[in-house]
T-cell receptor, first 113, second 108 residues
Framework: NAGVTQTPKFQVLKTGQSMTLQCAQDMNHNSMYWYRQDPGMGLRLIYYSASEGTTDKGEVPNGYNVSRLNKREFSLRLESAAPSQTSVYFCASSEAPLGDTQYFGPGTRLTVL | LAKTTQPISMDSYEGQEVNITCSHN???????ITWYQQFPSQGPRFIIQ???TKVTNEVASLFIPADRKSSTLSLPRVSLSDTAVYYC?????????FGKGTRLSVIA
């Protein structure tokens, strides 16, 4: 039981490049989330998916797109990376949306040059 | 969204009890108080959740007064491995709002 897994662990991009961050959970959870954490700051919600087939914007959605591929997988795409998107990205999942305990992945450290 | 206020940092010696207080003045009737712990280079980890009075598990205790406008996370006999950032959140039917948390440093 791996919990929440994220790939890659580290990534360096040049401004304007695109990439997709992958997240998968094996807990049969209905809800999944993407957060970003800037140095010395708390986590900020980018997008979430309350259930398979639905996605909603969080606090900081601009510059990102998401896909809930199936119940297990939730991907985050940066279409044209900017230095302001340099951050650590965490994926999380929960059995029920929003009000339930969230389980976090190990994070992806992204640097945009 | 219900916001919380907690100290930016705290220091403690090993073996001491640590109490971290959080204020959440506009908590709604259906909201719970939840605490997460985050070690460097890791994602946050759920510690404890409560609605009122006292909740205890193998890791911590959570004290919530009757008005529910504040809560206190109590960590008994901390060790060096408890050095982390602790987040107090109000959890209901809206997205979680993580503040900057409280950075706890445990000193030998």
């Amino acid at each position: 039981n791996a919990g929440v897994t994220q790939t890659p662990k580290f990534q360096v991009l040049k401004t304007g490049q695109s990439m997709t961050l992958q997240c998968a959970q094996d807990m049969n959870h209905n809800s999944m989330y993407w957060y970003r954490q800037d140095p010395g700051m708390g986590l900020r919600l980018i997008y979430y998916s309350a259930s398979e087939g639905t996605t909603d914007k969080g606090e900081v959605p601009n510059g990102y797109n998401v896909s809930r591929l199936n119940k297990r997988e939730f991907s985050l795409r940066l279409e044209s990376a900017a230095p302001s998107q340099t951050s650590v990205y965490f994926c999380a999942s929960s059995e029920a949306p929003l009000g339930d305990t969230q389980y976090f992945g190990p994070g992806t450290r992204l640097t945009v040059l | 969204l219900a916001k919380t206020t907690q100290p930016i940092s705290m220091d403690s010696y090993e073996g001491q009890e640590v109490n971290i207080t959080c204020s959440h003045n506009n908590i709604a009737t259906n909201d719970y108080i939840t605490w997460y712990q985050q070690f460097p280079s890791q994602g946050p980890r759920f510690i404890i959740q409560g609605y009122k009075t006292k909740v205890t598990n193998e890791v911590a205790s959570l004290f919530i007064p009757a008005d529910r406008k504040s809560s206190t996370l109590s960590l008994p006999r901390v060790s060096l491995s408890d050095t982390a950032v602790y987040y107090c959140l109000v959890q209901g039917n809206t997205p979680l709002v993580f503040g900057k948390g409280t950075r706890l440093s445990v000193i030998a």
